[in-house]
């Protein structure tokens, strides 16, 4: 038996509510494969937690989760504490601290899910995002200068190592070559004469080594454009850490909706622990009423399974919800069905027992 041990940071909003949702479907999933399983540590770390502790997590946070395997996360951010103290104090503290400089965001338009693009086919919307998740636009780097005066000035500082910009470039490359796709470069070097520029020549250098890679580059005004009159011409993309976050908002609105967009934080080497998470926010309007969508969580604890050398069981997942989608019954409200979050994990978990091999069961 394999057993993995799971860090559980439910968070804020939605985020206990869509979480206990994938941990539904994981736990299913160990209940059927005797061999998996998976040990979960909660960790009662937010908004709230910091309400009343005034921090986001405890002192030794980090410490406490860098001999797990993986971090399951819900959502970050609620009413009363600024954006910037629930991203930096918690989200970004524990991509930054362990190294998880991979972000991966699947834009797939799987059966079943709507699209509000006309005349499009469902194969001509399957893009992997690879956005850099460490440094670059979201470092963290700058000042703020005779703040208060008339001649206040703020830096915000933009942070492209040798290092970090040719490692996330190297992992696409890898990916691509891997899937057999091409790869697609978003920068913006017309208008960012350093930074961006310098991003540009590490990906020419870098290609030189995978001539076997088909690749293209766009200014993200231009993909972002493109990513809606022709999305079949991106396959594998690699961005920086800004541009990524942007465009993959752009990609989910194009293959379903928030509800079903997952991406996981990944330290390639293993080294610490990667983090898997849905990137919809808290949606504090609707917590704890039971109408949040619980789709982009399962999907990303798929991406937890795949990460954990499951890739069966994360392909499985993926196809239990596309299955539940077409079926059209059970679905939260924002994909115009009356069920509720655990209605929809339940179905989705009912239907992954359907599709388990009966030999594993055995």
Known sequence: MSTYKI??????GIGPEVLQEGIKVLDKISELDGSLKLEYTYFPWGCEYYTKHGVMMDEDGIEKLKDFDAIFLGAVGFPGVPDHISLWDLLLKIRKSFDQYINIRPIKLIKGAP???K???REDIDMLFIRENSEGEYAGAGDWLFKGKENEVVLQTGVFSRKGTERVI???FETARKEGKSLTSISKGNALNYSMVFWDQVFEEVAKEYPDVKTASYLVDAAAMLMITDPKRFEVVVTSN?????LTDLGAALAGGIGLAAG???NPERTFPSMFEPIHGSAPDIAGKGLANPLATIWSASQLLDFLGYEQYGKLVLNAVEELLVEGKVLTPDMKGTSSTSEVGDRVASIVSSLVPSSVVE
């Open 7 to 12: 860090a559980v940071i439910a968070g804020d």
């Open 115 to 117: 699209c509000p693009l």
């Open 119 to 121: 005349d499009v086919k």
């Open 170 to 172: 190297r992992y696409a």
């Open 242 to 246: 800004l541009f990524g976050d942007i």
């Open 264 to 266: 996981a934080n990944v």
